[in-house]
């Protein structure tokens, strides 16, 4: 039975491997930028590129990487000043926006415009960091491993790891990082560079940069002017600081020309960033997970604290600002998994995956050097261990995404258990100060009515779905007493519980002796989330640890032999949020039957969505001015606004915010999305569909001068007209050796700019 099936997908598999080994190459992979010139760079200028692999990743000479920025650590950010001005998504620096934002100075709503040095926002915690170099290390720590396998395999190359970690960030100012790629089948070094000193400069109205809302989001056409400015400052010297009024703005090596042409469809692309994950390894079993339990489990969380939140922001002005970062938190992943699960199953991503598993147990059985069994093998571990990776899933939405009371009352769960040690040690005081601090941060973006109705929507939908092991006796007990009734749930534990409201809590932290650990340890919001926690350290991670680094494994095994036995593909390593470039080209595509997307959308677009006073299609009275006039300047192409473009660049989340570039490295947009259909691409890229979502760089320059008129910053940025130099020799940007803008590019420039 085995073999015939094996047989019958002989011939589907032949032409499913060329599909994948020829129409993907063009476009597939997140390139690690020190293996340009070695795996790729050949395909890239093939495809359209002007400049080498040297001059996009250099660690002699300045390079576009060296405007590149990990924005956060979670976005990606670019250098477009010499003054340290640099640009990422709206949604990016939203938390940021939001934390300078009241309701009488709205900056979510109005935007936020800093006229000089002095006005720029500091934002404490924030960081930009900067890669000094990429190393592959893999053969320093396989050779410190070498006959090693399981755990003393890992703490062999820990140790060598820990090495080579001191030894490049001794006494430079740098830290690196060493992580694992292709499943630790290849190690990398990552050097880096973090300033912490990065100021809110600019940003718009809401109305612009989250243009379209949550009904847009992960859609095309798409209207959304998603950027924010910030600028990051250093010490006399350039080197990072913490925040100082003495701090002056960052020298950069490298900031990026902007391309003031606009691109044609077809142009050449690329995408430079920190994509954060992708899977594309995975097999059928793990994407059946993904599919049947993770994805529809965590959209019924989500759909159930957004039906509260959504409502109540609409409720009130005050709630509006307290969990507008919030809710985009949790509605951008929801919408997302729903987009996968349909990509996916379109796609026909389950088949496809066994039939590739198929044709890889023959290489395998024929190769006599490969485990055939190893898809079998991962997939048993997904019977055998599937609900540890279920519950955890669960506690990341229940816990860490739902009703904020569980996280915020955990936090005293040092106080409560070791009172009496505490102060023995004379440490009680300084604790009790911090969580009054932390209960301050708390209780401002908090709102009790709503925390507890999410509780009572998410509650019952978690009794019934997470497996048992992560369950709290102290929840089961409230569904027997209240008949598994949410809102009868969630009224208990919020009538009970001194974490629901500031000056109860804070009363209470003002008390001396052991009331306040006698409190703390019977508040039912904190059982509850001491009970939840527990459950995950006593029952879940033991067993999820052992899934995992069984399948990490396996997984090892399964990449090094695909890679062995599928040889005519040019792999990438999986999107681990290191530095990663990826190419293709301003191109549309047709997603669905009888319908196409266009590469480009248009001002007219946000005319034709307007609707008054809408929470997500209003628009601000002055761009309805500026769009009524048509008077696009220099920002115009063709005599258009563009607003926002689609590539065939594959990205992931964390390349919110990254550069999109044209073929000699200026800068043409700003990535932010991708259209519903490609967010199956973290686990499967489909070249023809799967598009990116940036904004044109023009128009965003448009909204920074003339909606805006802050030109002051325009000044600061270096604008190219490449059709003007098109005669001249292709030089990556107008910077000399040293970086420095060359006098008589910036006379073209300007020259150029005067005649627009
Ligand atoms: N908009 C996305 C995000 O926020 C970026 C992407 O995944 O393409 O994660």
Same mark, same amino acid.
């Given at each position: ?122 934002? %404490? ?555 199956? %691409? ?75």
């Amino acid at each position: 039975m085995k073999s015939l099936y094996r047989f019958a997908f002989v011939l589907p598999l032949a032409v499913f491997t060329l599909f994948f080994s020829d129409s993907l190459r063009a476009h597939e992979g997140m390139w690690i930028p020190s293996t340009l010139q070695k795996l790729v760079i050949g395909d890239m200028q093939a495809a359209g590129l002007e400049l080498s692999a040297e001059d996009i990743y250099s660690i002699n000479q300045s390079s576009i990487k060296d405007a590149i920025v990990h924005f956060g650590g979670g976005c990606t950010a670019e250098v477009i000043s010499r003054k340290g001005l640099i640009l990422t998504n709206h949604h990016c620096g939203y938390s940021q926006i939001q934390s300078h934002s009241s309701v009488e100075q709205d900056y979510l709503t109005d935007g936020f415009w800093a006229g000089e040095f002095g006005e720029e926002l500091p934002n %404490s915690g924030l960081t930009a960091t900067f890669v000094v170099r990429i190393e592959d290390v893999t053969d320093a720590l396989n050779s410190a491993a070498e006959g090693l396998e399981g755990m003393e395999r890992e703490a062999a190359l820990r140790i060598q790891a820990s090495a080579l970690i001191a030894e490049a960030s001794n006494g430079n100012g740098y830290t690196a990082e060493i992580n694992p790629y292709f499943y630790g089948n290849a190690f990398y070094m990552v050097v880096k560079e973090t300033f912490r000193d990065v100021r809110l400069v600019g940003a718009p109205p809401s109305s612009i940069g989250k243009f379209g809302g949550d009904t847009d989001n992960w859609e095309w056409p798409r209207h959304t002017g998603d950027f924010s400015i910030f600028r990051i400052y250093a010490d006399a010297d350039n080197n990072p600081a913490d925040y100082s009024e003495d701090n002056v703005p960052y020298t950069p090596k490298h900031s990026l020309p902007i391309n003031m042409d606009g691109l044609k469809p077809d142009d050449y692309t690329m995408v430079f960033g920190f994509p954060g994950t992708t899977e594309q390894f995975l097999t059928s079993d793990a994407v059946a997970y993904v599919l049947e339990r993770a994805n529809p489990a965590r959209k019924a969380m989500r759909e159930a604290s957004l039906g509260v939140i959504d409502a109540a922001m609409l409720s009130s002005d005050t709630i509006r600002i307290q969990y507008a970062a919030k809710q985009s938190r949790i509605s951008n992943a929801h919408k997302k998994w729903i987009g996968q699960t349909m990509g996916l199953e379109r796609f026909d991503a389950l088949a496809k995956k066994r039939k590739f598993e198929e044709e890889y147990r023959e290489k395998a059985a024929a190769s006599g050097e490969f485990d055939p069994e190893v898809p079998e093998r991962l997939g048993a571990l997904y019977e055998e261990f599937g609900d540890y990776a279920f519950a955890r899933d669960y506690l990341i939405e229940f816990y860490y995404y739902g009703p904020e009371i569980f996280r915020f009352a955990e936090q005293f769960s040092d106080v409560a258990q070791h009172y009496d040690s505490l102060s023995d040690a004379g440490l009680l005081e300084g604790q009790i100060e911090k969580l009054k601090a932390s209960a301050e941060r708390h209780f401002k973006n908090y709102n009790k009515a709503t925390d507890s109705r999410v509780m009572a929507a998410q509650l019952p939908l978690f009794l019934n779905g997470c497996p048992e092991l992560l369950v709290p006796p102290v929840l089961r007990d409230y569904e027997r007493k209240f008949k598994g009734d949410g809102l009868l749930m969630a009224g208990e534990i919020y009538k009970n519980t001194v974490f629901a409201d500031k000056d109860e809590l804070i009363k209470l932290l003002g008390k001396s002796g052991k009331g306040i650990s006698k409190t703390i340890l019977k508040d039912p919001a904190y059982l509850a989330a001491t009970g939840m926690i527990d459950a995950y350290r006593d029952e879940v991670m033991e067993g999820y640890g052992m899934f995992k680094g069984a399948e990490g494994e396996l997984m090892r095994e399964y990449v090094k032999a695909i890679m062995a036995l599928f040889p005519d593909k040019n792999y990438w390593p999986d999107a681990n949020s290191t530095l990663r470039i990826t190419f293709g080209k301003m191109e549309g595509s047709k997603p669905r039957d009888a319908m196409k997307y266009l590469p480009y959308s248009t001002l007219e677009g946000i005319a034709q969505k307007y609707i008054p006073g809408h929470r997500d299609f209003d628009v601000h009275e002055r761009l309805l001015e500026l769009h009524s006039e048509r008077d696009y300047g220099k920002y115009a192409t063709d005599g258009e606004l563009r607003v926002c473009f689609l590539g065939s660049n594959h990205t992931t989340g964390g390349n919110s915010g990254s550069p999109a570039l044209d073929a000699r490295g200026h800068l043409v947009g700003l990535n932010f999305d991708r259209t519903w259909e490609s967010t199956m %691409s973290d686990i499967m890229f489909n070249p023809e569909i799967c598009r990116n979502i940036m904004v044109d760089i023009k128009y965003v320059l448009f909204i920074v001068d003339k909606f805006a008129g802050a030109s002051h910053l325009i000044d600061e940025m270096e604008l190219v007209y490449a059709s003007a130099k098109a005669d001249a020799e292709v030089t990556l940007n107008t910077h000399d050796a040293d970086g420095a803008v060359t006098d008589k590019d910036r006379k073209l420039a300007k020259a150029i700019d005067a005649v627009r």
